[in-house]
């Protein structure tokens, strides 16, 4: 009797350990996927993206897209906080994504698109505000698509990382500001 309870119990210990090391997998190639293609998986505070939210002047005309959304923050204090008309996220990391997905469903979010790919397969034309977390190398090649694909006076707000307009002619710099510890872009594209 004993002996059968240890050996369940022994059982229900070692699947309990491996459902950690696959979720620890997981989470660790989900970064590493982030990481390779341009941005691991940095979250900043609500109250950071509620300020860096304000200060691009988000508003509920706009369509809100965030190319490298992680956990969808930004996507969801667009809903809540500037009843933005529509939110749509785009994010490469498999644990990211999930997280956000399952937000979602959890909170019956509306309005909300999400998509498991790379940013730069993005569909960007119905965009109004794109707000952009990621490394400069990244900045730089997605600058090349919004200027290609995106639509004229579209907002693209860049937090620590700026488009370099030396290479990138076809935006505006409107005005830039240090909030806290962050530095916010808010960037327009210009009309041909």
């Known amino acids: 009797m004993i002996s059968n309870l240890?050996?369940?119990?022994?059982?229900?210990v070692l699947l309990f350990f491996t459902a950690l090391l696959i979720l620890g997998f997981i989470f660790?190639?989900?970064?590493?996927?982030?990481?390779?293609?341009g941005a691991p998986y940095v979250p900043l505070s609500r109250k950071y993206i509620f300020k860096i939210l304000s200060f691009g002047d988000l508003s509920p005309d706009n369509i809100l897209y965030d190319l490298g959304c992680g956990d969808g923050r930004v996507l969801m204090s667009g809903l809540s906080n500037f009843n933005v008309l529509k939110a749509v996220g785009y994010e490469i990391s498999p644990w990211s994504y999930f997280k956000t997905l399952l937000s979602i469903k959890q909170n019956k979010i509306k309005r909300i698109e999400l998509f498991r790919r790379n940013c730069l397969k993005a569909e960007?034309?119905?965009?109004?505000?794109?707000?952009?977390?990621?490394?400069?190398?990244?900045?730089?090649?997605?600058?090349?698509?919004?200027a290609r694909e995106g639509k004229p006076k579209t907002k693209i707000l860049c937090v620590l990382f700026p488009i370099d307009l030396s290479?990138?002619?076809?935006?505006?710099?409107?005005?830039?500001?240090?909030?806290?510890?962050?530095?916010?872009y808010l960037y327009e594209l210009k009309t041909p």
């Open 28 to 37: 660790l190639l989900s970064g590493l996927i982030s990481t390779i293609f």
């Open 124 to 146: 960007i034309s119905k965009a109004t505000f794109i707000y952009l977390y990621l490394f400069p190398k990244l900045v730089d090649k997605i600058a090349y698509k919004i």
């Open 6 to 12: 240890l050996i369940i119990l022994i059982v229900l």
């Open 167 to 184: 290479q990138h002619i076809e935006f505006k710099l409107l005005k830039s500001a240090k909030l806290d510890r962050l530095t916010a």
